[in-house]
């Protein structure tokens, strides 16, 4: 049973950056297709960006295509997401969520293992 955590959130001005982690165990990471999500106040549950098992297929959500990136490092068990240029209305609670050989979904229902979350807060 893959356990995940996500760190690196926090309160950044507009335009700025952070690099979130969800550090995973548990399992073999590179079983696994891995997703974020978030969710802000009030909002349903969205996709924002995934990452193959393999590495090899990455997807973003339009609202984040060419500010953010994913990555991972299966030998640090870690999976990334860059955001760049933030804007206020990124500002959500992040979650990381795993898929074992999944094909890669936008939608929250195949993932069956999510982290707590990390809260993200960007100020205008």
């Known amino acids: 049973q893959v356990q995940l955590v996500e760190s690196g959130g926090g309160l950044v001005q507009a335009g700025g950056s952070l690099r979130l982690s969800c550090t995973t165990s548990?399992?073999?990471?590179?079983?696994?297709?891995m997703g974020w999500f978030r969710q802000a106040p009030g909002k349903e549950r969205e996709f924002v960006s995934l990452?193959?098992?393999?590495?090899?297929?990455?997807v973003y959500a339009d609202s984040v295509k060419g500010r953010f990136t994913i990555s991972r490092d299966n030998a640090k068990t870690t999976v990334y997401l860059e955001m760049n240029s933030l804007k206020p209305e990124d500002t959500a609670v992040y979650y990381c969520?795993?898929?074992?050989w999944g094909a890669g979904t936008m939608e929250p229902d195949p993932y069956d293992h999510w982290g707590q979350g990390t809260q993200v807060t960007v100020s205008s």
């Open positions: 969520a795993a898929d074992l």
């Open positions: 990452i193959s098992y393999a590495g090899g297929r990455k």
């Open positions: 548990g399992g073999t990471l590179s079983s696994y297709t």
